[in-house]
Structures are given as structure tokens and as C-alpha cells.
């Protein structure tokens, strides 16, 4: 059976449910977002943004209207975008394109929540078309995508699956230039290899492929180039001794996945065998803490003490996670700051690290589905240093 990526129509009727009772509860009678995220959740609708606003309304009355330029119109009905489609001709117009929608919607009068992502210049036109009415930030539609319906959750499954293969290739790749005897890969050829390995995996088993922001590839660094936390793929080839990450992930139907391993190249040393094993103690603690009930700070300061008993805590530079689902970074965050309350149906990443200046990175992540009971991991590919070591 053929895996088809796009969700069924019978979906978005149970998410609009969903956005209405946060809304009133909140005493919000519209909602108004042009994030690119939130638009796909609310309608099924993924574009390109540009300078052209494509913006959803969601009202309490049942109506979901989307604006976009005539240009994607026959993009959107080929989508079939849940929502009544309203076009303006041109960017930026004789009339205002938002316009056209407070035309169709008649605003006046009403508390409008708007995507606290939304720039000043369209803060700006959309006050100006909406004149009458309250806007106000808000984040009703991104709380709404926290908790994951289950054909969201089986999209999430199947990007981790090809996030594991991706890694296996990433591996593979180096293991076969070993034997052969010849020169080792540089970061960009890994980079390349794996990409290509997830997307052309997706065209050949999916039906139906959503080209997300990022269908699949990742961070690929090695030796001091991985102490940058979201160093980009270089020129450099690995070479003997190196630790090097494969930082990796895809999407797909839009929903992301992550997985990250670091690796050795040759026979570790005492002080890659500190670090690695610090790193996967952090991880595997860290993700016996993420449960529900469990706040998203005290998950985060579980994990990363971990770090800071093995007398690490100085080559910390980031949180233990953050939640993963239209975006590869959205809220909430597994950080000292977020209170938020992790509940069964939450998708996040566990992914500790360290970097030594100089030296490397080490990092190790996986996407987890918080459970019931506690929280299951969706990336399988070994953790352990002896999995994680490319004999010479």
C-alpha cells in the first residue's frame, strides 16, 4: 500500500473545532494568521511566502476564509485548501489585498487575534482594512498544534523512519570510503548523499508529496567544525579521529522530524569517551523526564544537570529541546523559561549537547511523542558509543 502524505478532508473540521473552543474560551471572536505553519494546519494549503499575503480567517461563526493572490488560486484549489478562497490581482495593488478579505468577512466591531509572528507591515494593513475592530496578538492557532491528532502522529512516525535511514546512509556512506581506501567524504558530499536519500525515498514509496520548508536534509559537521552548534556543511573532509554529527530530518505531509547522532571516526579517545558517554547519560535521563504533567523548564534542568555534575556544564550552549511539528523549531520549549505543561499527544525533541572549542561537538537527539504514560522515542538509530564508531 502506497503511503500518501496528505491528510484527509474530514481532518480540518476537527481542527477548526479545536482552534473555536480555544477562541472562545479566550473571548476572541476571529482569527487572522498569515504564518505559512498555521495555514497548512488550518487548511491543508503549503506555498512558497512571499512579498503577496496569504492569510487565513477562522470565525466563530463557522467561516474559514483564506486570502491569496490570483496567482496561487489554482495552486490552492489543486491543494484543496479546506477554506473559501479570496484573491487580490496583484502585490501591492491599487487596492490593498487585505482589503479584499474584510470585504468578504465584515470585521468592524470585532476582537481579532493575529499571529504574533505577523510583521508591522502587515500588522499595519491588516489594522488599516479591519479598521472598527480590536487586533491582538495571539497564539491560539500554534497552542492549538501542540497537541498532535492521530493522522498527524502517524505523518511524524513515517519522518522518522526515513530520518533513521537517512542517518544509516550518512554512515554507510563513510564506512564504504574507509574500505575502499580512498578519500573520506567532506561534510557537503554527506550533506548531499542524505538528502538525497530521504527525498528520493519519499517519491518512490509516498503518493502525494508535500514540499515542506525543508523535505529532508540537515547539518552534517565534523571535528572542530561541529563545536558551532548549527554550523553549516563545509568543504572540509572528515578525517581519521574526527567526531562528527550528522545532525538530520525530513517532512513530511509538513510534519517534521529530527534525528542526531555524533559520531567517531577510529578508535575514541579518553576524552571523546567522556564526552560521548556524558552526552547519551543526559539524553536517556532526559527522556525518562519527559512525561506529562512534567513542565517543560523542569524536564530541561533533569537533563542538562546532568551535564553539569560530570563537570561540563561549561560547554553548554543550549536547551535540552523544543517542540517539533509543522516547524522543526516551534514552541514549546524544553528550556528554563517555558512553564508549559507537557501532555500526551506533544511531539519534542531530546537533544543535549556540548561543544569544546577547538575540539568538537557532541549532541545527541531524538524526536519523542510524549505518551500517556510517559514519552516514546519515533528515531531509533543507536545511541551508544560503540554503534556510533566507524572502525578505521
Known sequence: MVFSQRLSPDFFPRVHERVRAAMSDAGVDAILTDDPEDIAYLTGFFHHPSERPVAVWLDLTGEVVMLVPALEWEYAQAQNATAELVTFPEYPGVVPPFEFLARRVGAAGRRIGFTATMSTSRLLAAQAAFGGSVLEPSDIVLQSRYLKFPEEIALHREAARITDLMLLAGVELVRDAVAAGGRLPSEAELERHVTSVGVSTMYAEHENVVV??????????????????????SAERLQPGDTFMLSLGCAVGGRFVEGERTFVLGEPTADQIRYHDTIREAQEVGAQAIAPGVECREANRICLDVIRAAGLGEHLRHRQGHGIGLGMHEAPWLEDGDATVLAAGMVVSNEPGIYIPGHAGYRISDSMLVTDSGAERLTSFPRDLASCTIAL
Open 212 to 233: 515542506a520548508s525543508l523535505l529532508a536534509g540537515g547539518l552534517v559537521y565534523s571535528g572542530a567544525n561541529s563545536a558551532f552548534p548549527h554550523g553549516l556543511p
